[in-house]
């Protein structure tokens, strides 16, 4: 395993506030990233466009090990 280290500075901005988030993991970057999809597109649509990722990853994971 590598060892990833972030240093992010997100700024996110809406109508009617705005969040600052400082990730140092990358699962904190994840979280941030979801709670953003979430945010904007809704938890239904959100959770669509995370399923169609893991599936990309599934499929690649699929051929190689074919």
């Known amino acids: 395993m590598t060892s990833l280290s972030i240093d992010a500075d997100i700024k996110a901005k809406w ?7 400082s990730p140092g993991t990358t699962e904190e970057l994840a979280l941030i ?3 953003l999809l979430v ?3 809704g938890i239904e ?3 669509q ?3 169609q990722v893991f599936e ?3 499929i690649v994971a ?3 090990t074919q």
């Open 56 to 58: 990309r990853y599934r």
């Open 33 to 35: 990233g979801i709670d």
């Open 45 to 47: 649509a959100a959770q």
């Open 15 to 21: 109508a009617d506030g705005h969040s600052s988030y």
């Open 39 to 41: 945010k904007e597109l």
């Open 62 to 64: 699929a051929e190689h």
């Open 49 to 51: 466009f995370i399923n």
